[in-house]
């Protein structure tokens, strides 16, 4: 059974503190993805990456930072977080190429205080 | 204008009937389709690929329609399980790797 695994389901953090959100994939995907979902804005892309060590801005980055040292595993990075970086965080993989399906894992909610 | 755009809904049908779903897109050199499906406080998973001469999936039918820039989702006799929100997902211009995803549809069938 494929498998996309998300450190934890929930988290509170402090506004300012730095903040690490974990993503595995046991699937040897080349590509993994950084969303966050909101009501009435959808999924919105944060970074991606489509190999070790690169990654690739996606629509909102500003906040945000990423890490991919291995294959399996992509970090989310918030450096301060903010109020408005509460939110639902949904990471996904997929293989290289433009038409296969991507896989997500049970999503982060996210409360800055 | 948005580059994926659906209508947020929610569509509230009996069971039993059919209901129909659009999605447009903005960039013409889009290349893959998708519908995801995604219940409530759930990640979205794929409920079917969108080819070009359309595609059936028991009672989900989806199309796309290249020349209006849009795709569509069919699904026949509704059943109190397919209460989702289903998303619009298209992959961007050839060699990118974005999906970008519409805000979703809602879809309540009521007993």
């Known amino acids: 059974d494929v498998k996309v695994t998300q450190s934890s389901r929930y988290l509170v953090k402090r506004t300012g503190e730095k903040v690490f959100l974990e993503c595995v994939q046991d699937m040897d995907h080349e590509n993994m993805f950084w969303y966050r979902q909101d009501p009435g804005l959808g999924l919105r892309l944060i970074y991606f990456s489509y190999d070790v060590k690169m990654k690739e801005k996606g629509d909102i980055p500003e906040g945000y930072s990423v890490s991919r040292e291995k294959k399996e595993r992509f970090s989310l990075i918030l450096e301060s977080a903010s109020t408005n970086q509460t939110s639902m965080y949904l990471c996904?993989?997929?293989?290289?190429?433009?038409?296969?399906?991507?896989?997500f894992g049970q999503g982060t909610r996210l409360t800055v205080v | 204008r948005k580059e994926v755009e659906q209508d947020p809904g929610p569509f509230n049908v009996p069971e039993g009937a059919t209901v129909a779903f659009n999605c447009t897109y903005s960039?013409?050199?889009?290349?893959?389709f998708f519908w995801y499906r995604q219940d409530c406080r759930k990640e979205p998973k794929l409920l079917m690929s969108v080819y070009s001469s359309g595609n059936e999936d028991g009672r989900f039918t989806a199309q796309l329609n290249r020349a209006s820039q849009y795709i569509s989702l069919l699904i026949r006799d509704s059943k109190l399980s397919d209460s989702a929100t289903y998303l619009c997902v298209v992959n961007g211009i050839a060699g990118t790797y974005k999906y970008i995803f519409g805000t979703g549809t809602r879809l309540k069938v009521l007993a």
């Open positions: 960039n013409s050199a889009s290349q893959s």
């Open positions: 996904a993989s997929n293989h290289l190429g433009g038409n296969t399906e991507a896989f």
